[in-house]
């Protein structure tokens, strides 16, 4: 499979060449040049196929011949060793529950999918992979713990001291070995302004720098595999299907749109957003129109310019009528989150976390556009990872999972920078 670059100056490449490199020279994002729809035959018996069977499916014309068919179906095993559980919280509505993974973030998938495709391209290499990172949160940790042990990749994580929780903190500098973490003494502004300025200084070409986060389209990819996953439990009631994903940078509903691009039957996306309303105001207006972030209950969702828009753009032509076919985008403040919180534990016994609450909030008003549908929200994390809001609002007392129990008495290990200059030392010695 070719992927060229959405800046469209780019030569096209091979998928190894797109996951190696991240961001294509151009700056642009990578997307498949051909996207060949899944056999009908493959949706009707979905119940019959195991969640690896129908990865493998999914992914398999998207890496090609480039991973031979064993070693690949490996891959999704290793990424794919926990479940993904649907939660009924009330009639007709689901919570696709994705934080089952080892640190209880959905970003489990593509980091674990991710690390295995570098290795099995680095095998015969005497070159090394640097994966650069910088995390306001979750992302973090699922790249420390999906790379943990990784052959021919080193890690460096960034993160802004005193600004992410202690679980989030301990998940991402307890694990040693082939994982490094950097405290940056700023916001995480700092920390991305650093990263993006070391992917461009040429005196550190010789560490083949690479991003973690969805630009990667090895990251982004297997993210679709869960909207199968969901569709092979949701059939039996045979309706049609709402889908809300609590968006950021909107990785994840670009990784559902392309499912049904496969001819996965959703009827209709929704994108959730908090206070960070890019893509809500741009389906209004027409007018696409970034704005830095605002701090939010919802943190990781905290994103003034989403950077998977312009893939989603790419596979809606660009076009707004093609858009308001089945896409819609709405977006909800903190009151309104906790009001959300409240109600699910209230009248149903769920426990939510803030960016499972934004994307209830938004599947809740579609359903009312389609009241012959059934409709799930993605709950993007664990509540333990979000417990301080969580327990204050629902008066609750949360009990610790043993996955964050494991790094509680960890010891905590990292080196403290505070300018670029101290960045491209450490990497460079
Ligand atoms: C990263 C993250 C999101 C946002 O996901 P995108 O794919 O960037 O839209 C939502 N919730 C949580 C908990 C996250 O960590």
């Excluded at 493959?42 to 999914?58: D, G, K, R, Y």
């Excluded at 559980?85 to 998938?109: Q, R």
Aim: proline share 5%; hydrophobic share 40%.
């Amino acid at each position: 499979m070719k992927y060229y670059s959405l800046n469209r100056n780019a030569p096209e490449v091979s998928f190894e060449a797109a996951v190696i490199q991240g961001l294509a020279p151009d700056k642009g994002l990578y997307f498949p040049k051909e996207i060949t729809a899944l056999p009908v035959s493959f949706f009707e018996n979905i119940e019959s196929l195991s969640n690896e069977n129908i990865a493998f499916e999914a992914i398999s014309q998207f890496v090609g011949n480039e991973i031979p068919e064993n070693k690949l179906r490996q891959i999704i095993k290793e990424t794919l060793s926990f479940d993904f559980p649907l939660a009924e919280v009330e009639e007709n509505i689901y919570s696709l529950e994705l934080f089952h993974g080892p640190t209880m973030a959905f970003k489990d998938v593509g980091a674990r999918f991710m690390s295995r495709c570098l290795a099995y391209f680095n095998q015969n290499k005497d070159q090394k992979n640097t994966v650069l990172v910088a995390t306001s949160g979750d992302t973090g940790g699922a790249v420390a713990s999906g790379f943990l042990g990784v052959k021919g990749v080193d890690v460096v994580i960034l993160y802004p001291s005193g600004k992410v929780s202690d679980i989030q903190e301990r998940q991402l500098t307890t694990l040693g070995q082939n994982i490094r973490a950097l405290e940056v003494d700023g916001v995480f502004d700092d920390c991305q302004d650093m990263v993006k300025k070391a992917f461009l200084d040429n005196d550190l070409d010789f560490k083949n720098l690479t991003s973690a986060n969805s630009i990667n389209i090895a990251r982004w990819l297997p993210q679709m595999f869960y909207f199968f996953f969901a569709y092979k439990q949701l059939k039996k009631h045979n309706k049609p299907l709402v889908v809300s994903c609590p968006s950021g940078n909107f990785g994840n509903i670009c990784a559902g749109i392309l499912a049904k691009k496969l001819g996965l039957p959703i009827a209709h996306f929704v994108a959730s957003t908090n206070v960070n309303d890019t893509v809500p105001k741009f389906l209004e207006s027409g007018k696409y129109d970034p704005k830095p972030s605002k701090a939010t209950i919802s943190n990781a969702m905290d994103v003034g310019n989403p950077s998977n828009f312009i893939r989603i753009q790419e596979m809606y032509d660009d076009d707004l009528a093609k858009f308001e076919k089945d896409f819609s985008s709405y977006s909800f403040d903190d009151e309104q989150t906790k009001v959300a919180l409240k109600n699910m534990y209230d009248h149903n016994s769920y426990i939510a976390e803030p960016h499972g609450a934004v994307g209830y909030l938004g599947l809740k008003k579609e359903l009312q556009n389609h009241p012959e549908a059934i409709g799930f929200f993605l709950e993007t994390a664990h509540p333990i990872k979000f417990s301080d809001i969580v327990e204050e609002t629902l008066n609750i007392k949360l009990s610790i999972p043993y996955q964050i129990e494991s790094v509680l008495d960890k010891e905590k290990i990292s080196t403290k920078i505070k300018t670029y200059e101290e960045l491209k030392a450490f990497l460079k010695a």
